[in-house]
């Protein structure tokens, strides 16, 4: 029997206070728990946690639109844009570190405004990062309609809508199965591309030097008309939708948290180990490849998603190494694989936070004796099949309506967390409790989190000035053919912009005023705030397994490794 087999959880849609049962093999856990949590399995562990963070985040925003990025902004655009958002998410991953780490809650951040705030605030956030997840799916289905053409010749009557079928079969038997299973294979979905970017940084930085393909680049492509910022500070800022795509995932240890054997030492240290692990791959890959790369290289826009022009592709072929596309398309299949897995996980531990809280059908909530919530997972797969139209409009224009869309999201929601952080100190402080009782204490409060918030609200301000400027112009009555196909265009990419940048918001004023009013909630007093009920009290072993074990060369290495 697991260690975590039972939760001792009762299936009421009220928070109460519970203590975890015998697991069976002479440990006893002490948790408190809310409600929510009832049935869930304990069946995380660390390596798991991690690799889903980063099976989440490193995938096709970086493989697929990394290429786009450079040749819109330039290299050095792009390189900021990556280390701009890059320090924004330094903050918001030590925010979901230190609540998850005390409140390891299915919902994650998403429960915290209900806790410290408003209960509109957290029914809004909860249905929000819903659907942002439940749009990833058709986002990577539709890509991975786009990969499989690589392999087909191109007078094909393959049906494009074949595989992400098999895909979205295969997504539902891997999440029937447990968490447990999930993790294992979301770990080595994950090694895959983890090694593909290694190596790619590697080869990166030999080519440049000129060590193997014959030339050498050293910082030529920085010093090329529109390097390295191309096109001025409009161009920059139309990148950093595209980077919040590419980055989006990172707070998925706050959602984890609430299947980790031990959330006091696995939270923390994911969320630091997925932090040194993504800026590395992220801005270390965009500076290589700006390195390599020209930015008015036509081979960057890869228009169809394929991996045949992805821009790791053209890296990979400039060190004359035979099959480089190949390769690179298969490994950025095995990417969406993984994003659609880790996908799949998150859309049903949302439903299962919104039914338990009484905000969707309570029969969603169900779970299986593994821990699974299998109406959750059918009506995630159910979504899924739908969003298979999306393939017959064009794989490549839903693309990009789901990075438009996704993108602005990830941006509202990182705020959001962040917002949260500041009204959880402010509770905590209130109610006479120390930071020092905090089991994990977020780096460089609050100047860290304000430095976030403030990039947070310039990525949205701009982008809202983005959607809004240059509206298309129609050319008049008698154009040519050639102009009016440029109108079209240009009017689909602006009306997408529109959307993109207030429709996200606009669904979320929605939610929170018309809950706030229906329900007449009201600002939670901090005196009132819950900080403890779902509070994670680990046993005389766990305290003993977070103690430092090993010598110290091991433990500083396992920082980074």
């Known amino acids: 029997m697991p260690k975590y087999e039972n939760d001792g959880c009762d299936d009421t849609d009220t928070y109460e206070l519970n203590q975890m049962q015998d697991g069976g093999d002479g440990s006893h856990h002490a948790v408190l728990t809310d409600a929510s949590q009832g049935g869930l399995k304990r069946d995380l562990r660390l390596r798991h946690m991690i690799m889903i963070a980063v099976a989440g985040t490193v995938g096709t925003g970086l493989f697929l639109t990394s290429g786009s990025t450079i040749a819109t902004a330039g290299p050095g655009g792009a390189l900021v844009a990556y280390i701009l958002i890059g320090i924004q998410l330094i903050s918001v991953s030590q925010a979901v570190g230190e609540i998850a780490t005390l409140l390891p809650l299915p919902a994650a951040f998403n429960a915290w405004g209900g806790r410290v705030f408003d209960d509109a605030f957290s029914f809004q956030m909860t249905w929000m990062y819903f659907i942002n997840w439940a749009l990833m799916i058709p986002a990577e289905l539709s890509a991975s309609a786009l990969m499989v053409t690589f392999w087909l010749p191109a007078d094909t009557t393959f049906p494009p809508w074949i595989v992400p079928l098999i895909i979205i079969i295969l997504m539902l038997f891997i999440n029937i199965a447990g968490v447990k299973t999930y993790g294992e294979l979301a770990y080595w979905f994950a090694v895959p591309k983890v090694f593909t970017i290694i190596m790619f940084i590697i080869c990166g930085i030999l080519v440049d030097a000129g060590a193997i393909g014959g030339h050498t680049y050293g910082v030529q492509n920085w010093k090329i008309e529109g390097a390295p910022f191309k096109g001025g500070f409009t161009s920059f800022i139309a990148t950093l ?21 031990n959330p006091h030492k696995h939270v923390p240290r994911a969320v630091n180990t997925v932090l040194i692990r993504i800026t590395f791959f992220y801005i270390a890959s965009i500076f290589v490849l700006g390195l390599i790369v020209a930015n008015d290289d036509p081979m960057l826009v890869n228009t169809d998603r394929s991996a045949t022009r992805a821009p790791f592709t053209l890296v990979f072929e400039k060190a004359n190494i035979n099959g480089a596309a190949n390769f690179m398309s298969a490994i950025v299949f095995t990417s969406l694989f993984s994003a659609i897995n880790s996908d799949f996980y998150i859309c049903t531990r949302m439903l299962l936070s919104l039914s338990r809280n009484g905000w969707a059908h309570k029969s969603i909530g169900r779970i299986n004796s593994r821990g699974v919530p299998v109406v959750a997972v059918a009506v995630v797969t159910a979504c899924s099949c739908l969003s298979l139209v999306t393939i017959f409009v064009g794989s490549g224009v839903a693309f990009q309506w789901f990075i438009s869309l996704i993108g602005s999201i990830t941006f509202q929601y990182w705020l959001y967390i962040l917002l949260l952080h500041f009204r959880f100190r402010y509770c905590w402080k209130h109610q006479g409790r120390a930071v020092t009782d905090l089991p994990y204490v977020a780096w460089g409060y609050p100047y860290v989190n304000i430095l976030g918030a403030l990039i947070g609200c310039f990525c949205i301000v701009c982008n809202w000035y983005l959607s809004v400027i240059n509206p298309p112009q129609h050319p008049g009555a008698g154009a040519s053919e050639e102009l009016m196909n440029a109108y079209h265009n240009r009017r689909d990419a602006y009306i997408q912009g529109i959307m993109g940048a207030w429709f996200p918001w606009l669904i979320s004023a929605i939610l929170f005023f018309g809950y706030k009013y229906i329900c007449g909630t009201k ?32 433990r500083i290495l396992k920082i980074f490794v």
């Open 523 to 554: 600002l939670i007093r901090a005196d009132d705030a819950d900080l403890d009920t779902g509070r994670f009290v680990p046993s005389e072993s766990d305290k003993g397994d977070l103690m430092p074990h090993g010598p110290r060369w091991k």
């Open 241 to 261: 939708i595209s980077v919040a795509y590419a980055y989006s995932g990172v707070e998925m240890t706050g959602v984890t948290a609430a299947e980790s054997r």
